[in-house]
C-alpha cells in the first residue's frame, strides 16, 4: 500500500466534502420544503331560474321564444358560467334533447326547429369548468301556434 502525501489525503478530504455537498444541495433543490397546495377544487355553477316561453308572432308556428334568468355564478369576470345548455322533450320526464347551447351572459334563445301545434318542455343549465349545473325545473307545455297578430287587432297588446 502506497502512502499518499499529507497534501494529497487533504485535498482528497476536501473534494469528498465538496461532492457531498452537492449532492445533499441538489437533493434539497428537487424536494420543497413545503409541499405545493393543490389545485383549488371548482364546483358546478348554480342553476340559471325563471325559465320562460312565448310562440313567436307571425312565423307560422315554428318557432318558441324562450328566455331566463342568470345563474347567480353568471357575473362579469367571475368565469365560473361558460354558457348554458337547452333541452327540450315532449314529456315533462324527459327524455331531454340537447336543442342549443349559448356563451356566458346570453339570456334568451329562439327554438325555431319545432312542429307546429306540438308541446313541448324545455329545460336550461348552466355550465363551467366545474361542470353541468342540474337544471331547477322545466317549463311548458310550450306550443308553436299559427296566430297571424295584426297590431291592434284583437289580442295585440294596448
Known sequence: MTTLPKVSRLHVLL???AALACATAARAAKVPAVPPAAPPQTAAPAPPSGLDFADVPNDAGTAIDLKWKPSPDDAPGSRLVTGYVLERAASP???WAVVDS???GTLTRVDASVKRNTPYFYR????????LAV???NAGPAIA??????PGGPGAPE
Open 15 to 17: 473534494a469528498v466534502l
Open 93 to 95: 320526464a324527459g327524455p
Open 102 to 104: 349559448v356563451s356566458a
Open 124 to 131: 336550461v343549465a348552466a355550465y363551467g369548468p366545474g361542470g
Open 135 to 137: 337544471a331547477l325545473a
Open 145 to 150: 301556434r299559427r296566430i297571424r297578430r295584426v
